[in-house]
């Protein structure tokens, strides 16, 4: 390891606004479980979760823009994440933190109806498995367990391969988004196909334009790469309830034409074939 990757980790290890559990699996009775406001936060305000999180400029943005709210950025690449946590530390922000720890285990970290919404923000699509999609059913049945009951789960990305499979995610169990569009930036007056696209209405833009806000008024590096690339963004929100069961789509979806950062462009099958 480089002497630059020790530095951060011995600065993250040091910065008040980082919980760091690299070994989650191992984990039992977190102490921080129920009671990151009174404890971390110091405040009764929402708790808002960035699954994946890398540098974790979104994390900082969204706690710039919205400071009645808390936010906790989620990740387990330290020396990605102390940028954020750098920032938010010399900035003196009080709503905002970081954990890392491996997100396949996040429910051992949040108590029932302790988290109001979860972003994922330019995650990968792993477009070999499905179990590994932050937007699976495998893992909303992990932020079931601790969102409240309605909760907010929003996705922003430049894949359409992940945006595509959300969407028949969502359709499979019949959950009509908040918004969606595949073209953020061209298209922020949310559009909702389900339901209000045939006929949109003033009373839909007008609920969906802070959720809009949010998703344009921040851009991460990489959100501005794909976009110098001429990649659309695509912004989807939706609402997730504690019942019923989750089921998966059945599919053929169509894989991302190009190699996104850290991303394979054919699945394990196509290289076998």
């Known amino acids: 390891m480089g002497k630059g990757k020790l530095a951060k980790f011995a600065e993250m290890a040091a910065n008040p606004l980082v919980v760091e559990c690299p070994a989650a699996a191992h984990i039992e009775d977190f102490p921080l479980r129920g009671r990151w406001n009174r404890d971390f936060f110091h405040s009764d305000a929402p708790i808002v979760l960035e699954l994946g999180c890398g540098r974790g400029e979104y994390t900082v943005g969204l706690g710039k823009a919205t400071p009645t709210k808390n936010f906790i950025g989620v990740d387990i690449k330290g020396a990605r994440m102390w940028t954020g946590a750098k920032e938010a530390l010399q900035a003196g922000m009080k709503n905002v933190g970081f954990l890392r720890t491996n997100i396949e285990f996040i429910h051992r970290f949040f108590a029932p109806g302790e988290v109001s919404e979860i972003w994922l923000t330019f995650s990968d699509p792993q477009m070999k498995k499905v179990t590994k999609r932050l ?3 495998y893992f909303l049945e992990r932020y079931r367990q ?3 009951p309605g909760g907010l789960v929003h996705l922003k ?4 391969f992940l945006f595509t499979y959300t969407e028949e995610m969502l359709r499979a169990n ?5 918004v969606a569009t595949r073209n953020l930036y061209a298209h922020p007056q949310a559009l909702l ?19 809009l806000r949010c998703a344009t008024s921040i851009q991460t590096y990489y959100e501005t790469m794909w976009r110098a690339r001429g990649i659309d963004i695509k912004y989807l929100c939706f609402r997730l309830f504690p019942e019923p069961s989750l089921a998966e789509p059945d599919v053929e979806i169509p894989l991302d ?3 996104s950062y850290g991303r394979e462009k054919r699945s394990g099958a196509e290289k076998h074939a």
Do not use: G, Q
Request: net charge negative.
């Open 146 to 148: 601790f969102l409240v």
């Open 257 to 259: 034409e190009y190699r």
């Open 157 to 160: 990305t430049d894949s359409n």
């Open 174 to 178: 019949h959950i009509v988004p908040e």
């Open 193 to 211: 196909p389900e339901t209000a696209a045939a006929e949109p209405t003033d009373a839909h833009a007008d609920a969906a334009s802070p959720l």
């Open 135 to 137: 937007t699976s059913t």
